[in-house]
């Protein structure tokens, strides 16, 4: 038997890795996408369920079945859900620390959506705050949420916890 | 051993869906198949899907994808990043438990939103093959090759492959290519991985198939001709392209042994070759003769939607068996490159 000296291991590689797509969102998704395009904020209804979805995608999660065709607008006040203190940064977010981020029960809709907070202290949110959303200038609109730029406080009572209690 | 039949199948295939994402084109199928035995989607003991989310680029489209069934109240559920037919091994499996004696199979992809081929590239041993992207199409034409150079088997044989599914592919709403080809014709065409052409090559399809499956009493209520499974095995082969030998397919031949597919006459055969020299490679693993027909429903060359074409093979052998064209029946499903990973079902009618 000879020795044989093994060179030193390779403990990482590098392999990159790219695959382009031609994303499709699907009928439910393009219309919220398109109803942003236009500044509105557009819910589907489940046949079934009857709740009303904002950013529907695909079908009702819950009753497996195709939302109603007709669109109907929610928003664009809402109510805050629940919401978190961020401290920690992130490479691809550009905002000074602490900020708010909130899960919004927009009017007239059952399903929260996702917003910036700002216009108010981050010790002073509540759950059941009342806020609008604050959009781009309309020559800016494309369609994408991020249209709306955040949602801030109005000058309303909170919504009481019952209210939206179900949505927490 | 619980007896286990399929009792329901629904497909659909498209070129490109261009508007509709994978959970809006599946739900339609689904109800297909669950009208045609007129149940719901919750009275299903087990429901268990197969698909992959890097076809349309969308992470958790498996997730999504069981919106279509109407998960609440919950569902016991399962997922395979497989084509559907190992998913209905799994719901096989789990309907041998004997306390449910019903599952609901499906399986769906979209892959016209990539490059699937390229796509696939990535199914293959990340560290020295992946990076290289070798295509999925390349792959299969090495193999075409080997076979070819092996001797017995033609550019003919193959044009005749192709022929033959288009021609069966006539009766078959779902497929989409069919026809009647000259196979002088086809040999006419020019190469496109030789010795590949275009036609030897599946065509990318986006769909779905949904099967489902029910247990000994609960199956003669459902269907009045179940298609009852009499045997399912599957193996799998080395992943090294140069580990094995690419003109055989020994996985296929060991579950087909397994699956019993030589105890008793074989009327019919849907055997999932996405690639033509394939068929034949698959005929010879599973010793099926001349009184075989083989892929009456014009197989995955006339409509192949990956990660459902080889439960729709299982469906399109269980109809026949149903319908009665056929007593007996051996559906057949791949995955992997080049054959690597094959599964085996023989399907068998009362009467």
């Known amino acids: 038997m000879t020795e044989t000296t093994l060179p030193e291991p390779i403990e990482e590689v590098t392999i990159p890795i790219q695959l382009d797509y031609v994303y499709t969102p699907g009928r439910s998704s393009s219309m919220w996408l398109r109803g942003l395009a236009e500044g ?27 939302f109603l065709p007709d669109p109907i607008d929610v928003g664009p006040n809402g109510t805050v859900v629940t919401f978190a203190v961020v401290n920690v940064p992130s490479k691809n977010i550009d905002l000074e620390l602490p900020y708010v981020s909130a899960e919004v029960l927009l009017d007239g809709s059952h399903t929260r959506t996702f917003f910036l907070l700002r216009g108010v202290k981050p010790d002073e949110v509540r759950m059941g705050m009342r806020v609008r959303t604050v959009w781009k200038d309309e ?8 249209n709306i730029k955040y949602v801030e406080p109005i000058d309303e009572p909170d919504a009481p916890f019952e209210s939206i209690q179900e949505f927490v | 051993m619980v007896d286990v039949a399929v ?21 339609p199928v689904i109800k297909e ?10 009275d299903m003991g087990f429901v268990v ?6 076809l349309a680029g969308q992470a958790f489209a498996f997730v999504s994808g069981l919106d279509a069934v109407g998960p609440w109240p919950p569902l016991r559920e399962s997922h395979v990043e497989m084509d559907g037919a190992w998913a209905l091994y799994e719901a096989w499996i789990r309907l041998q438990h004997g306390d449910i004696d019903t599952a609901l199979v499906y399986a769906f992809g979209k892959s016209s939103p990539g490059d699937l081929p390229r796509v696939l590239s990535l199914q293959l041993e990340p560290y020295s093959v992946a990076p290289l992207w070798p295509d999925a199409v390349s792959l299969a034409a090495l193999q075409a090759r ?7 088997v033609s550019d003919k044989d193959l044009a005749e492959v192709v022929a033959r ?3 069966h592919a006539a009766s078959n709403p779902a497929a989409l290519l069919s026809g009647s080809h000259d196979v002088a014709d086809l040999l006419a065409e020019p190469m496109y991985a030789d010795p590949l052409r275009r036609h030897d090559c599946a065509p990318v399809t986006d769909g779905a198939s949904v099967i489902v499956l029910a247990a000994g009493d609960r199956a003669r209520e459902l269907s009045d001709n179940p298609a009852w499974i009499r045997g399912i095995d599957h193996r799998i082969e080395a992943q090294g392209m140069g580990l094995r030998d690419l003109t055989v397919s020994e996985s296929t031949r060991i579950a087909g042994q397994a699956a019993g597919v030589a105890d008793g006459p074989v009327d019919l055969a849907e055997l999932h070759a996405p690639f033509s020299h394939q068929e034949l490679i698959l005929a010879d693993a599973l010793g099926l003769g001349a009184d075989t027909v083989v892929n009456p429903s014009g197989g995955a060359l006339s409509a192949n939607v990956m990660m459902a074409a080889g439960l729709t093979r299982i469906g399109e052998a269980a109809t026949r068996v149903s319908n009665g064209d056929g007593h007996r029946a051996v559906a057949h499903a791949t995955s992997g490159p080049a054959l690597q990973q094959n599964l085996v079902c023989v399907l068998e009618a009362d009467k």
């Not at chain 1, 904020?41 to 046949?47: S, V, W």
């Not at chain 2, 869906?17 to 809006?24: L, S």
């Open chain 2, 33 to 42: 198949a669950m009208s045609n035995i007129d149940l719901k989607t919750q």
């Open chain 1, 40 to 66: 509105r904020l557009i819910a589907l209804q489940c046949p079934t369920c009857e709740k009303i979805y904002a950013g529907a995608r695909g079908l009702c999660p819950m009753c497996g079945e195709m």
């Open chain 2, 7 to 27: 009792v329901s199948f629904a497909q659909h295939n498209a070129f490109r869906e261009d508007e509709r994402n994978e959970v809006e084109f599946l739900q």
């Open chain 2, 146 to 152: 080997a076979l070819m150079e092996s001797g017995g």
């Open chain 2, 49 to 54: 899907s197969g698909s992959c989310d890097y």
């Open chain 1, 139 to 146: 020559s800016e609109w494309e369609p994408t949420l991020a």
């Open chain 2, 165 to 167: 599914s288009r021609s």
